[in-house]
C-alpha cells in the first residue's frame, strides 16, 4: 500500500504541473512576457512541493511512526513478560510480526499472539493514516500553488531556492550518515576497549584470534583478541589483487587510450568494463572451483605446497575483479591530458612511447593515484572471494600460498553467528572501526600526492 502510494502521490505531481502550467498560460493569453516566470516553472514549482510534502509525510510514517509503535510494542512486552530480555523480547516481536502478516514465526504462545493482534491493529491504523495524511496534504500543497499563480508570482525564484533547499538537504542527509556510521563505530569500539581494559595493544599486537571462544556472561579474554593476523591477511591479499590489477589495467588504459585504432577500442572497452557487472560470488566461485585447484596441482608439478585455499587464489581473482575499475577510470584520465601537451612533446621529436611515459602519465599521475586508491579500497572490503577462496582461519603468514583471512571475513562471521549479539558487536565494531582508519590515512597519503603533482601540471 505504501509503495503504491509513492506513486500515487507522484500522479499528484504529474497533475499539479499541468494544472498549474495551464492556469499560468491562460493568465498570459496573447501576452505571455507578462508573467514573470514561465509557464514551466510556474508547474514545475507545484509539481515539487507535491512531490516534498507527499513523499516526506510517507517517510516519516514508515520511519519515525514505525519506530514510535515498535517501541509500545516492546513496553507491551516487557508488561507481560518482565524476565525477558532484551533479546528475548526482540525475538517475541519478530514472531508476532510474522504471525500479523500471515507467515511462519520460529514459536508461538499466548503472548505472541496477544503482541501479533496488537500489531495488527496498529499497523493498520499507521498505514491508512499515513496513506490519508500523505494524499490530502500532496493535494492541498499542489492547490496552495495554483491559486498563487498570477503575473507577478515569482514562479522561478521560488523553485531555485526550493530546489538549494532539497540539494541541501540531501547534502546533509548524506554527511549525517557518515557522521552517524563513524559515531556507530566508535561507540562500539570504545565499549570494547572497555571491557578489555583498554588493552589496545593486545588488539592491535596480539596474533591469537579467537574472540568468542570460551565466552561466558560477555567477558572477552584480551588474549583472545589480536587481530594482527586479520590486517596481515588483508594487506596480503590486497597486495597481491593490486599487484595483478594495476599493471594490467594501467596497461589497457595506455594502450586503448593512444595506440588502439578505434574499431578496436570501441570494441575492447565495453568488453574490458564487462568485468565489473559480474557479481562478486561468481569470483568467489571461479577461484575455489578453478583457480585454487590449478593453483594445486600446479604445486604439485614444481614441488611447491600450495593449499587449497590460499591467499594468492583470492588475490589473483580479486585483482581481475579490480582490473576494470582501474581501467576505465586510468583511460578517462589519460584522455583528459590536453592535446596540447602531446602535440608539443611530437614537436620535439619525442616517439608516442616517450610521450606517454614522459608527457602523459605524471599529467595524469593525480586520477591514476585516485583509480588506484578506489581499487584498493575495493580490494580492502571485499568479503565473498575472500570467504571461498582463501579460508576463514586467522593464520599470520606473508607466505601467499598458504591460507588466510581477512578483516571483513571476520566481521561477516561475528555478526551472522550465533553468539549474542551484544557479545560479538565489540570485536566487529572494533575491526570496522580500525580498517576505516586504514583506508582514512591511505586517503590522506593518496590526497597529498595528488595535490603535490596536480599543482605541478595544472
Known amino acids: 500500500m505504501i509503495s503504491t502510494t509513492f506513486l500515487a502521490v507522484f500522479g499528484i505531481a504529474v497533475l499539479a504541473y499541468f494544472t498549474s502550467h495551464r492556469r499560468a ?43 514510535i509503535e ?76 495554483f491559486r498563487q499563480v498570477n503575473t507577478a508570482f515569482r514562479a522561478r525564484n521560488r523553485a531555485e531556492r526550493l530546489t538549494t533547499w532539497v540539494l541541501m538537504a540531501a547534502a546533509a542527509v548524506a554527511v549525517a550518515t557518515t557522521t552517524g556510521i563513524v559515531l556507530s563505530l566508535i561507540s562500539e569500539t570504545v565499549g570494547f576497549f572497555s571491557v578489555l581494559d583498554w588493552r589496545i595493544d593486545k588488539f592491535l599486537f596480539g596474533t591469537n584470534w579467537t574472540p568468542l571462544s570460551g565466552v561466558h556472561v560477555g567477558v572477552l579474554d584480551p588474549d583472545r583478541v589480536g587481530a594482527l593476523p586479520l590486517f596481515a591477511g588483508t594487506l596480503l591479499i590486497t597486495l597481491i589483487a593490486m599487484l595483478v590489477a594495476v599493471p594490467v589495467g594501467l596497461f589497457a588504459a595506455i594502450y586503448l587510450s593512444d595506440f588502439a585504432g578505434p574499431g578496436l577500442r570501441a570494441f575492447a572497452k565495453p568488453m574490458l568494463e564487462i568485468l565489473a557487472g559480474i557479481p562478486t560470488v561468481v569470483y568467489g ?86 583509480a588506484v586508491l578506489l581499487g584498493i579500497s575495493r580490494a580492502v572490503g571485499e568479503t565473498m572471494i575472500v570467504v571461498m577462496a582463501a579460508g576463514q582461519g586467522a593464520n599470520l603468514t606473508a607466505n601467499p600460498l598458504e591460507a588466510v583471512t581477512t578483516v571483513t571475513v571476520q566481521i561477516v562471521m561475528l555478526i551472522t553467528g550465533d553468539t ?20 582514512l590515512g591511505m586517503n590522506i597519503i593518496a590526497q597529498r600526492v595528488v595535490k603535490k603533482y596536480r599543482e605541478q601540471y595544472d
Open 25 to 67: 498560460v491562460m493568465i498570459g493569453g496573447d501576452r505571455p512576457a507578462q508573467l514573470h516566470s514561465r509557464p514551466g516553472q510556474h508547474g514545475l514549482l507545484s509539481a515539487m512541493w507535491v512531490l516534498i510534502v507527499g513523499w516526506s509525510v510517507l517517510v516519516l510514517g514508515i520511519t519515525l511512526w514505525a519506530a
Open 285 to 370: 566461485f571461479f577461484a575455489a572451483i578453478t583457480v585454487a585447484p590449478w593453483l594445486r596441482r600446479f604445486g604439485e608439478v614444481t614441488g611447491l605446497d600450495i593449499a587449497s585455499e590460499s591467499a594468492l587464489a583470492a588475490g589473483i581473482v580479486m585483482g581481475i575483479m579490480i582490473i576494470p575499475f582501474i581501467s576505465s577510470l586510468s583511460d578517462d584520465v589519460i584522455n583528459a591530458v590536453p592535446q596540447s601537451l602531446r602535440d608539443g612533446s611530437y614537436g620535439l621529436g619525442a616517439t608516442k612511447a616517450e610521450t606517454m611515459r614522459q608527457v602523459v602519465l605524471p599529467a595524469a599521475l593525480p586520477g591514476i593515484v585516485s
Open 70 to 145: 515498535n517501541a509500545s510494542l516492546t513496553g507491551l512486552i516487557q508488561d507481560r513478560a518482565p524476565e525477558l530480555n532484551a533479546i528475548e523480547r526482540e525475538l517475541v516481536l519478530s514472531d508476532a510480526r510474522s504471525i500479523a502478516s500471515g507467515g511462519i514465526a520460529s514459536s508461538t504462545g499466548e503472548l505472541r499472539s496477544e503482541v501479533a493482534a496488537a500489531v495488527r491493529s496498529k499497523e493498520s491504523v499507521r498505514v491508512w493514516t499515513t496513506i490519508v495524511l500523505a494524499l490530502v496534504l500532496s493535494v492541498l500543497a499542489g492547490w496552495n500553488i
Open 420 to 439: 549474542e549479539a551484544t557479545v560479538a558487536a565489540g570485536p566487529a565494531f572494533s575491526l570496522g572501526f580500525t580498517l576505516f582508519c586504514m583506508t
